[in-house]
Every structure is written in structure tokens, then in C-alpha cells.
């Protein structure tokens, strides 16, 4: 890429230490322009200005507007985390795990100004583990997005794909989690199990004893 743009660079740990996220830090090693604006729209002038052909665009976690999808000529691609029109949303990864699916996968999609409504490009597709925790999946499909990214670009950009719009009737969504959603105390075994895994790494799952809130760090 000849640009790379993410979030900007945030408070962690207790002693909140600023630090860049990781696209940033891959940027920089690899001697890549890199932006980090508070808000898309705070660069869509200097976008404009640039006038690329296209734009790829994952986990980035921000609205983006009409306008900037209207810069590329080529349009924006999109990798999503599952098999749209199957989990639209914040957090498919998670809602693929919750829901006991016994599969998943990649989509490339066309970006529009609906939440991941746009045409499928392409899509794979793999079994998913019953014992499968959040970080594992979540390298799987990034793996697996990037891959299926590379394979498709050069036909996409020769304009030999064929778009596919999606079965909006199908379509389900998924929302962001908070860190009240790994309050498992009132859960039964299924969904304990489950929510162990979608949530691992964060926001956890915790039940209660009383007013004692327990942590669940290893469970089976």
C-alpha cells in the first residue's frame, strides 16, 4: 500500500501508556505513510488531493461517509469476519461462537454507506472448532481475509468480478459487546461455555458469589 490509515494511538495498561496500534507500528517498520486521524472525515480533503484508485478497508471501527467511499475509483473493499449477509455488525467473531456455528469464514465485499450491505466479492469458508477461543478465530480469519484479499485483487482490478448483492432478508446483526456481557452467574452450561470462549481475552467472564465478583481465567 502506498498509504495506511488507522486509529490513533491510545492510553493502555494501568499506568495508561500512550501506545500506537498495531497497524501503526507495521507502518512505520515498513517505511509506509501512515495517518491517524481522531475521525475519517477529518482527512477526506487530503484524500481527495491524493486521488488513489482504491481503498481496503478492516477492523477499522469507524463510520465512513459517503464521500470518502466515493474517492477511489475503484471503489472500497471490505474484509469482513464472516459469511455475510450472516452477521452484520460490530462483532462477528464473537456471534459466531455464541451461537454454536459450526462454520465461518472470510467475505470481500464492496463497501456502500449501509452497514456491510455492499455486493460480495468472494467468500471462503472453513469448519469452526467447538473448543475454539476468541484470539485463535480471530488470527484464523485474519489470516484467511488477507489471503483471500491477495488471491481476488488482480481480478478485481481487471474488473473481472463478478458482485454479488447480498439476501438482505437473510441478514443478521450483531452489536458492540460491553464488559457487562461476561457476566455469566444466570447463565447454564451451553452459553457459560460459549461466552468462556467468544469473550476470552475481553471482556471476560466473570460470575458473582454474593457481592464477590469472581474472574474466570481457565475453564473446560
Not at 452497514?115 to 471462503?124: A, C, K, L, R
Not at 447480498?166 to 464488559?179: L, M, N, P, T
Not at 457459560?192 to 475453564?219: H, M, N, Q, S, V
Request: glycine content about 8%; proline content about 7%; overall charge negative.
Amino acid at each position: 500500500p502506498s498509504l495506511v490509515i488507522t486509529a490513533p494511538n491510545r492510553p493502555v495498561g494501568r499506568k495508561h501508556i500512550l501506545t500506537p496500534p498495531p497497524v501503526k507500528i507495521w507502518a512505520d517498520t515498513n517505511n509506509i505513510e501512515c495517518w491517524q486521524p481522531e475521525k475519517p472525515k477529518d482527512i477526506i480533503q487530503k484524500l481527495q488531493e491524493r486521488n488513489d484508485d482504491l481503498y481496503i478497508v478492516a477492523s477499522y471501527g469507524y463510520i465512513v461517509s459517503q464521500k470518502l467511499l466515493d474517492i477511489p475509483r475503484l471503489g472500497v473493499l471490505n474484509v469482513h469476519t464472516s459469511l455475510l449477509p450472516k452477521y452484520r455488525g460490530a462483532s462477528p467473531i464473537e456471534s459466531a461462537i455464541l451461537a454454536g456455528d459450526d462454520e465461518t469464514g472470510s467475505t470481500i465485499m464492496q463497501m456502500t454507506l449501509g452497514m456491510d450491505e455492499g455486493p460480495i466479492i468472494t467468500q471462503s469458508q472453513f469448519p469452526l472448532e467447538s473448543d475454539i477461543l476468541k484470539p485463535d478465530l480471530f488470527h484464523m480469519l485474519a489470516h484467511d481475509g488477507g489471503k483471500l484479499l491477495a488471491q481476488i485483487l488482480p481480478e478485481y482490478v481487471a474488473g473481472k468480478c463478478t458482485r454479488i448483492e447480498q439476501d438482505h432478508v437473510a441478514a443478521s446483526y450483531c452489536g458492540k459487546i460491553s464488559k457487562s456481557d461476561g457476566d455469566i452467574t444466570h447463565d447454564d452450561d451451553i452459553t457459560r461455555d460459549r461466552k468462556y470462549r467468544a469473550y476470552y481475552g475481553w471482556p471476560g467472564t466473570f460470575i458473582f458469589d454474593g457481592d464477590t465478583r469472581l474472574k474466570i481465567t481457565d475453564a473446560e
